[in-house]
């Protein structure tokens, strides 16, 4: 089997000559391939996208908390130290501190403007806490907190983290399932077209039979020219995927999710797989309809 | 060569041929005649494996056609030789690339100078470049036989090969099957053309057949 499909590979252009050359099948393959393999780029670069975006947001987050201390500004002070003093000798707590009025000013700035007067406003006191590598007891450290400074919350971020990474790991999912369908659909309409050549060929089969090819002389004709023009239509696809890829605005210019919609490193080369890919499919395509159509002749 | 031991054939819920025993023996000459519709295209069918019996044994080169692979099927339609009435071809080739069709599909080189020779015997030696659209009806029958004949097969099979002929091309084709036939071809031809037998009969020993009512037998004086 494995013998018959690579020996069916092999160029032989005395066999390519009993198909004739052209029909509408011949661009049909070549758009088809092309099409899908652009679309197939992109949907690799958001899988890889939202994979790395994943990776990014639980990563930034899992090992961080916040300490948000609400309390009347005479007060603030005092449990602002409290605060530091219990977290200090909590176990599974690698550092805290304190996020000064610039740090905090700065994060407001975006909703607010740069003159925002912080020191006017009655804003919570920001206590930022990374966490060792074998982690706190969180419930503990809240009643601790609750004890020592009344106005202080603890949000380790579970609630923001989660459903981003369910997200992230979702976008990635369906990145990934986007591929795969249409790689199927490429098969899908490699196998129509293959099945309107053969049967616009079926005089060139009953020839061939009649003077003595075997099945895998017929089918491999037909293979070889299936495979080759859906190689051929899958690598310019891939080539206009890459620039497609390669024009979309860089983070530096826009930041946000989309301008992550791209490839890194070594990650450019992974569209240059989608070419042998698709004509992998477009051989076990054709090569299925061929023996489809042949053994129901005589 | 080819043998039929009480082959019986149901087309469409009838039974159109019936207990047909007959030998082919090597380098002999057989007509089949009848009338149409009697089943003398079936028989042929039947005797290069296109159509399996429903009932008795067909053996091809001592090989019951029941046990053959659909490669072994290709392999034994390599010694056999099969001309149509409507013949067809690959109509995108030239007439020498068509001739030559039963090599390309073996994996054989063919010699040009066996082509030219090939083409000239059928007198087709000036259209060796013309596509097969081009061709007269006499011309693609003479066609058919030098891409019958290009592989050296044991047996010919000619299905109403004269039935789209003028009577001096039915003549010239039957010419070279006689000549075929001496060079210790086994042949058999279909045609309903009596005129075509009688004058065949002069030239070479042929066997008649005739399919009436199902079944074959051999034809006598009243042909």
Same mark, same amino acid.
């Given at each position: 089997?494995?013998?018959?499909?690579?020996?069916?590979?092999?160029?032989?252009?005395?066999?390519?000559?009993?198909?004739?050359?052209?029909?509408?099948?011949?661009?049909?393959?070549?758009?088809?391939?092309?099409?899908?393999?652009?679309?197939?780029?992109?949907?690799?670069?958001?899988?890889?996208?939202?994979?790395?975006?994943?990776?990014?947001?639980?990563?930034?987050?899992?090992?961080?908390?916040?300490?948000?201390?609400?309390?009347?500004?005479?007060?603030?002070?005092?449990?602002?130290?409290?605060?530091?003093?219990?977290?200090?000798?909590?176990?599974?707590?690698?550092?805290?501190?304190?996020?000064?009025?610039?740090?905090?000013?700065?994060?407001?700035?975006?909703?607010?403007?740069?003159?925002?007067?912080?020191?006017?406003?009655?804003?919570?006191?920001?206590?930022?806490?990374?966490?060792?590598?074998?982690?706190?007891?969180?419930?503990?450290?809240?009643?601790?907190?609750?004890?020592? +400074?009344?106005?202080?919350?603890?949000?380790?971020?579970?609630?923001?983290?989660?459903?981003?990474?369910?997200?992230?790991?979702?976008?990635?999912?369906?990145?990934?399932?986007?591929?795969?369908?249409?790689?199927?659909?490429?098969?899908?309409?490699?196998?129509?077209?293959?099945?309107?050549?053969?049967?616009?060929?079926?005089?060139?089969?009953?020839?061939?039979?009649?003077?003595?090819?075997?099945?895998?002389?017929?089918?491999?004709?037909?293979?070889?020219?299936?495979t080759l023009r859906t190689l051929a239509g899958s690598a310019a696809g891939a080539v206009l995927g890459l620039v497609g890829v390669a024009l979309l605005p860089?983070?530096?210019?826009?930041?946000?999710?989309?301008?992550?919609?791209?490839?890194?490193?070594?990650?450019?080369?992974?569209?240059?797989?989608?070419?042998?890919?698709?004509?992998?499919?477009?051989?076990? +395509?054709?090569?299925? +309809?061929?023996?489809?159509?042949?053994?129901?002749?005589? | 060569?080819?043998?039929?031991?009480?082959?019986?054939?149901?087309?469409?819920?009838g039974e159109l041929l019936s207990d047909i025993s007959l030998r082919l023996a090597p380098g002999s000459f057989h007509f089949l005649t009848g009338p149409s519709?009697?089943?003398?295209?079936?028989?042929?069918?039947?005797?290069?494996?296109?159509?399996?019996?429903?009932?008795?044994?067909?053996?091809?080169?001592?090989?019951?056609?029941?046990?053959?692979?659909?490669?072994?099927?290709?392999?034994?339609?390599?010694?056999?030789?099969?001309?149509?009435?409507?013949?067809?071809?690959?109509?995108h080739l030239p007439l020498a690339a068509n001739v030559s069709l039963p090599l390309m599909v073996s994996g054989k080189a063919g010699d040009p100078r066996d082509?030219?020779?090939?083409?000239?015997?059928?007198?087709?030696?000036?259209?060796?470049?013309?596509?097969?659209?081009?061709?007269?009806?006499?011309?693609?029958?003479?066609?058919?036989?030098?891409?019958?004949?290009?592989?050296?097969?044991?047996?010919?099979?000619?299905?109403?090969?004269?039935?789209?002929?003028?009577?001096?091309?039915?003549?010239?084709?039957?010419?070279?099957?006689?000549?075929?036939?001496?060079?210790?071809?086994?042949?058999?031809?279909?045609?309903?053309?009596?005129?075509?037998?009688?004058?065949?009969?002069?030239?070479?020993?042929?066997?008649?057949?005739?399919?009436?009512?199902?079944?074959?037998?051999?034809?006598?004086?009243?042909?």
């Open positions: 089997m494995i013998a018959s499909v690579i020996a069916s590979l092999r160029p032989d252009r005395q066999a390519d000559r009993v198909v004739p050359p052209s029909g509408h099948t011949a661009w049909l393959t070549v758009f088809t391939a092309a099409a899908m393999t652009f679309l197939a780029v992109f949907a690799l670069a958001l899988s890889l996208a939202s994979g790395r975006l994943a990776e990014r947001w639980g990563g930034a987050l899992a090992n961080t908390a916040t300490v948000r201390i609400s309390a009347p500004p005479d007060q603030m002070e005092l449990q602002t130290a409290a605060v530091l003093r219990v977290l200090e000798t909590t176990p599974g707590i690698a550092s805290a501190r304190a996020l000064t009025d610039d740090e905090q000013k700065a994060l407001l700035a975006p909703w607010f403007g740069p003159d925002l007067p912080v020191e006017a406003l009655p804003l919570p006191r920001l206590v930022e806490v990374v966490e060792g590598p074998d982690g706190y007891d969180g419930e503990g450290l809240r009643q601790r907190l609750a004890a020592e +400074a009344p106005g202080a919350v603890l949000d380790d971020h579970t609630r923001w983290r989660r459903p981003l990474a369910v997200a992230a790991s979702r976008l990635n999912l369906l990145g990934g399932l986007a591929i795969v369908l249409i790689g199927a659909a490429m098969a899908a309409m490699i196998t129509l077209a293959a099945n309107a050549a053969l049967a616009a060929n079926a005089q060139v089969i009953r020839v061939l039979r009649v003077v003595g090819a075997r099945d895998d002389y017929i089918a491999a004709a037909f293979v070889r020219r299936f860089s983070v530096d210019e826009a930041g946000g999710f989309l301008t992550g919609l791209g490839f890194q490193g070594a990650g450019w080369l992974l569209p240059l797989l989608l070419p042998p890919v698709a004509a992998g499919v477009a051989l076990i +395509a054709t090569r299925a +309809a061929a023996f489809r159509t042949l053994r129901e002749l005589p | 060569m080819i043998a039929f031991d009480n082959v019986a054939y149901n087309y469409g819920g519709g009697a089943g003398k295209s079936t028989f042929l069918k039947l005797a290069y494996a296109e159509l399996l019996p429903t009932a008795g044994r067909v053996t091809i080169f001592d090989r019951d056609v029941r046990g053959l692979t659909r490669d072994d099927v290709a392999l034994v339609r390599r010694r056999i030789g099969v001309v149509h009435q409507d013949v067809q071809f690959l109509d082509m030219t020779d090939l083409l000239q015997w059928v007198g087709l030696g000036q259209l060796a470049d013309a596509l097969p659209p081009q061709l007269s009806g006499g011309e693609r029958q003479r066609a058919a036989l030098a891409r019958a004949v290009i592989m050296g097969p044991d047996v010919i099979l000619a299905d109403e090969p004269t039935g789209n002929l003028d009577w001096e091309m039915s003549l010239r084709l039957l010419t070279l099957l006689v000549e075929l036939n001496k060079m210790g071809k086994t042949i058999l031809v279909a045609t309903h053309d009596l005129n075509l037998i009688r004058t065949a009969k002069n030239q070479v020993a042929a066997r008649v057949l005739r399919i009436r009512n199902r079944r074959i037998q051999l034809a006598g004086a009243d042909l």
